[in-house]
């Protein structure tokens, strides 16, 4: 049975009980786990006390898969909706025009490129025991963010669905794998923390600006 650092839940039977957030059971499926207000607290310290060079990846990454899911809502590529975003906030979007121009030029090895990033990225979140129980971990982590910028440059390529199509089987294979091997968790467990970590990096970039706007300054947190 794996080793996890105590998250304040009891376990018995095999699995962990209490109010967590739980994908798996504990012996054989390594359980991700923690209270849901823990993985909060966590993504709050996470956020708060990140220095300023992977912090910005991330913010980018996020701002890039924001864009895409604006630009997706109205039936636009995200370069297109960053300017629309831009405009609403009265930032100057006429960088917009000239990037959307060079990826055009470089769609296929652009797409490429971010295919890449985007099947790396998936295959190397971290394993569920590694996060010591709390989802919220991932966030220790850049290839979420990794894969949100890939997938980001590949909507702005138009080359979505194919792209996706051929990492696929990579994707479910390495997940397949993952299951066979008891030290690096059940397959529920893999496929929770790569989702999450996902959605966390997409929705990095506000989070960062609400908590350094309102947040209490890291050096003075208890």
């Known amino acids: 049975m794996v080793d996890q650092r105590g998250r304040g839940n009891e376990m018995s039977g095999g699995h962990v009980n209490g109010a967590v957030i739980q994908a798996g059971a504990v012996h054989g499926d390594v359980s991700v786990t923690a209270p849901v207000h823990e993985t909060v607290n966590t993504v709050i310290r996470e956020v708060r006390t990140m220095r300023f060079g992977p912090a910005l990846y991330r913010v980018l990454a996020s701002l890039a898969g924001c864009s895409a899911v604006y630009g997706a809502a109205h039936g636009d590529k995200p370069l297109l909706g960053a300017a629309a975003a831009c405009e609403a906030l009265g930032i100057p979007?006429?960088?917009?025009?000239?990037?959307?121009?060079?990826?055009?030029?470089?769609?296929?090895?652009?797409?490429?490129?971010?295919?890449?990033?985007?099947?790396?990225?998936?295959l190397t979140v971290p394993k569920p025991e590694a996060l010591g129980g709390d989802?919220?971990?991932?966030?220790?982590?850049?290839g979420p963010s990794s894969t949100v910028?890939?997938?980001?440059?590949?909507?702005?390529?138009?080359l979505i669905w194919q792209p996706l199509l051929n990492i696929a089987p990579f994707v479910a294979f390495g997940i397949w794998v993952a299951g066979r091997q008891e030290e690096y968790g059940s397959r529920s467990g893999r496929v929770a923390v790569a989702v999450l970590?996902?959605?966390?990096?997409?929705?990095?970039?506000?989070?960062?600006?609400?908590?350094?706007?309102?947040?209490?300054?890291?050096?003075?947190?208890?």
Do not use: H, K, M
């Not at 910028?149 to 138009?158: E, N, R, S, T």
């Open 93 to 122: 979007s006429g960088w917009t025009a000239p990037a959307a121009a060079w990826i055009a030029g470089r769609t296929d090895f652009l797409g490429g490129l971010a295919t890449l990033l985007v099947l790396v990225g998936l």
């Open 197 to 222: 970590g996902v959605l966390l990096a997409l929705a990095f970039a506000p989070l960062y600006a609400f908590l350094w706007l309102f947040g209490r300054d890291a050096n003075r947190a208890a």
């Open 135 to 142: 989802l919220a971990e991932t966030l220790q982590w850049r």
């Open 149 to 158: 910028l890939g997938l980001a440059v590949l909507a702005q390529c138009g």
